[in-house]
């Protein structure tokens, strides 16, 4: 059973993985299909209008570009253009993130003292195991990553969209690697904006 335990815990790792959950907000009186141009807000680690997330070392400048250079690429693929002046801009854009450190236990037991077998000695179906039942333990560690996008409106100074996602951090060991990570959560993200596109 012990040998089994990594697999199935990876298993849960990729399936965790597998997709990139994402949450929305908006104003609904807002113009969205008018949204043309837009500009940068500063940006960071820390609160959002109200939203917690615990910054770390990990939260640096090299992913604060890499952030932002993707909401550069999914705002210009839907044909926004980037300006320099806030005030000529349709919206205002901003990002906050945060990684927080998570354990996460499981609980393995054997089958109650069967296991399966299909020996000439105890035919098919299950055999009895005399050495009773087993339990395994584990605890693991990882990181858990928020990104928070949002868009103000520069007339009123208000929020009028956000979109968030948190998921887990896999082992990241190359700058290419990081930046297709953060380009995949970005694009899960932006595939919500504006509110009522299509998704595919």
């Known amino acids: 059973m012990a040998r089994l335990a990594p697999l199935m815990l990876a298993v849960v790792f990729l399936a965790a993985c597998s997709s990139v959950p994402v949450a929305t907000d908006y104003d609904p009186d807002f113009p969205f299909n008018s949204v043309r141009s837009y500009a ?25 570009d890499r952030i932002r250079n993707a909401l550069d690429a999914q705002m210009q693929a839907q044909g ?12 205002l854009l901003t990002f906050h993130m945060g990684i927080e450190e998570r354990v996460e236990e499981y609980d393995f037991h054997d089958h109650f003292g ?38 103000i409106s520069p007339t009123t100074q208000k929020l009028v969209w956000r ?6 951090i896999p082992w990241l060991e190359t700058p290419e ?20 596109r299509a998704q595919h």
């Open 163 to 168: 979109g968030v996602s948190e998921r887990r």
């Open 80 to 91: 926004i253009k980037r300006v320099p002046d806030s005030k000529s801009a349709d919206v």
């Open 114 to 151: 069967y296991y399966p077998c299909f020996s000439r000695h105890c035919g098919p179906g299950f055999g009895y195991y005399p050495g009773g039942i087993h339990h395994d333990h584990w605890t693991t560690e990882y990181q858990q990553g928020r990104l928070i996008v949002d868009m």
């Open 40 to 64: 940068w807000l500063e940006s960071g680690t820390g609160n959002a209008q109200g939203e917690a997330s615990k910054a770390r070392a990990d939260v640096n400048d090299l992913m604060r």
């Open 177 to 196: 690697e990081r930046r297709l990570f953060i380009v995949d959560t970005v694009g899960s993200v932006m595939s919500r904006f504006p509110p009522g």
